[in-house]
């Protein structure tokens, strides 16, 4: 188990953790903060994926197992006072395990290589909590990868991380390329490209009617405020909207990509069966 208790926010390992909650030293460092036991569980999957491991007395109590298994993959384990993980933690209520893990994102050539059916795109999606359950969305639906653009948050920013709920850790996620060279290399790949839209005059009803669901598909979506811009609808293969058969003015990107994804899934499903 994790030996002397760390009281100190002045300790080097602590404010080497801390400086992780900014964009710039993650990207330099190439290393995230992901908080609890769901974090920890996913990050130890992965060789590498761990770095350091900070822990309260009493979670490492709670969670034994986590710390052991930690211990033996040769992950550093820093036990620390409960001031001071309240100070490293992003959350309310911490819950006595942060760790520090290695990026995880991949380049897009390598997601794309093995002739992917289904991804996912954010394209300026700003809200951090909004991009990670969309990533927790895809990763559910079967998407074999999720491609945040250059415009879009950063996957690896506190709030993100929670909401992907561990599906950071499970598929190929690839950070920053621009729109205008991402398309053509999702079209080389076999790609259907669909914008998700409010604005789009086919519905996914159409979609899924005419065949379109079930071709290998990169659905692209965008801000949850406004949409996406036009000269993102305008190099897309279709614009797709989310039928509304009640009295609601739109839906959250969320369940709109779940309802998106989901039908691609459904559709992709059905062709395979003999």
């Known amino acids: 188990?994790?030996?002397?208790?760390?009281?100190?926010?002045?300790?080097?390992?602590?404010?080497?953790?801390?400086?992780?909650?900014?964009?710039?030293?993650?990207?330099?460092?190439?290393?995230?903060?992901?908080?609890g036991p769901q974090a920890v569980r996913e990050a130890l999957?992965?060789?590498?994926?761990?770095?350091?491991?900070?822990?309260?007395?009493?979670?490492?109590?709670?969670?034994?197992?986590?710390?052991?298994?930690?211990?033996?993959?040769g992950v550093p384990v820093l036990r620390v006072s409960g001031e001071v993980m309240a100070e490293l933690?992003?959350?309310?209520?911490?819950?006595?395990?942060?760790?520090?893990?290695?990026?995880?994102?991949v380049p897009l050539e390598s997601a794309l290589a093995?002739?992917?059916k289904l991804v996912t795109v954010l394209a300026h999606v700003r809200d951090p909590g909004n991009a990670g359950t969309v990533l927790r969305t895809a990763d559910a639906a079967g998407s074999e990868s999720v491609v945040f653009t250059d415009a879009s948050v950063d996957p690896?920013?506190?709030?993100?991380?929670?909401?992907?709920?561990?599906?950071l850790f499970h598929l190929p996620v690839v950070m920053g390329p621009r729109f205008d060279t991402l398309i053509p290399e999702l079209k080389a790949a076999g790609l259907t490209v669909l914008?998700?839209?409010?604005?789009?005059?086919?519905?996914?009803?159409d979609a899924a009617d005419e065949g379109l669901l079930a071709r290998p598909t990169a659905w692209v979506f965008g801000n949850e405020a406004w949409g996406l811009p036009e000269e993102i609808l305008r190099h897309?293969?279709?614009?797709?909207?989310?039928?509304?058969?009640?009295?609601?003015?739109?839906?959250?990107?969320?369940?709109?990509?779940?309802?998106?994804?989901?039908?691609?899934?459904?559709?992709?499903?059905?062709?395979?069966?003999?």
């Open 1 to 35: 188990m994790a030996g002397r208790e760390l009281t100190s926010v002045r300790s080097p390992r602590v404010k080497a953790a801390r400086r992780l909650a900014k964009r710039a030293f993650r990207r330099r460092e190439r290393r995230f903060l992901a908080e």
């Open 45 to 73: 999957e992965i060789p590498g994926g761990l770095a350091e491991l900070f822990t309260t007395a009493e979670a490492e109590t709670r969670h034994p197992e986590l710390v052991a298994a930690a211990e033996r993959a």
């Open 89 to 105: 933690a992003q959350t309310v209520t911490p819950q006595g395990l942060l760790a520090v893990c290695g990026f995880v994102d």
């Open 114 to 116: 093995p002739a992917p």
């Open 156 to 167: 690896y920013n506190g709030k993100c991380v929670r909401a992907s709920a561990g599906s």
């Open 195 to 205: 914008a998700a839209d409010g604005a789009g005059e086919r519905t996914l009803d």
């Open 236 to 274: 897309v293969d279709d614009v797709v909207r989310v039928p509304i058969y009640g009295r609601a003015e739109s839906l959250n990107l969320a369940t709109a990509a779940a309802v998106c994804l989901y039908g691609s899934a459904r559709a992709q499903r059905a062709r395979a069966v003999p």
